[in-house]
């Protein structure tokens, strides 16, 4: 930020379409940056899941747990995906000339695309964790209520789920017109 704001005497842009500066393009620059710590917690969020797995198999870890270390990995590869996103935008905006406008719908529509993908893994787990609620409250090891939570959360990311749908259903026709 410091050397941009020395070669052009203004703030940092951060815009998809902003200009290089000074030969530099330093919007890449810190979103290279960004990707780089992106992986890295995507790396460690994995690294966690699976040393969870290997807990769970030897009986050490809940059911819970395991999904709690999945939907770290979902977020992490959510984060990922969204900055590799916005550096493929900025090379295609640098070697194609695109129009903000354009930049932003197709921004949005992928955002939007990797949002469904986490929501559809994020609906999954919550299935996932009302078959062992259900499970556990046929044994009588939980109450009615934490079942009804568990069904009350799976409800929320199916209509969740849907909603995002829709939006991207729409976003995605409305580029095409």
């Given at each position: 930020d ?6 052009s005497?203004?703030a940092p842009?951060n815009?998809?379409?902003a200009?290089?500066?000074?030969g530099?393009d330093?919007v ?8 780089s710590?992106?992986q890295?917690r995507n790396?460690?969020a994995?690294r966690?899941?699976m040393e969870v797995e290997r ?10 747990t395991?999904?709690?270390a999945q939907q770290r990995?979902a977020?992490a590869?959510?984060?990922l995906g969204?900055?590799?996103v916005?550096?493929?935008l900025?090379?295609?905006q640098r ?6 406008e354009a ?10 695309e990797i949002?469904?993908?986490r929501a ?5 787990m919550s299935?996932?964790?009302l078959?062992?609620a259900d499970?556990?409250?046929k044994?009588g090891?939980?109450t ?14 199916e209509?969740?789920l849907?909603?995002m ?7 995605t ?5």
């Amino acid at each position: 930020d410091l050397a941009e704001v020395r070669s052009s005497t203004a703030a940092p842009r951060n815009e998809l379409w902003a200009p290089n500066v000074s030969g530099r393009d330093f919007v890449k620059e810190r979103l290279q940056l960004e990707a780089s710590l992106a992986q890295e917690r995507n790396y460690a969020a994995e690294r966690n899941l699976m040393e969870v797995e290997r807990r769970q198999k030897l009986g050490l870890e809940s059911t819970g747990t395991l999904l709690d270390a999945q939907q770290r990995v979902a977020d992490a590869q959510r984060d990922l995906g969204i900055v590799a996103v916005e550096l493929m935008l900025r090379d295609k905006q640098r070697a194609e000339g695109l129009e903000p406008e354009a930049i932003t719908r197709e921004r949005q529509r992928r955002q939007m695309e990797i949002e469904v993908r986490r929501a559809t893994q994020l609906l999954s787990m919550s299935r996932t964790r009302l078959a062992t609620a259900d499970k556990a409250f046929k044994l009588g090891s939980i109450t009615e209520l934490d079942l009804k939570r568990a069904q009350l959360e799976t409800l929320e990311r199916e209509t969740m789920l849907r909603r995002m749908q829709v939006e991207l259903e729409v976003t995605t026709t409305q580029e095409g017109s």
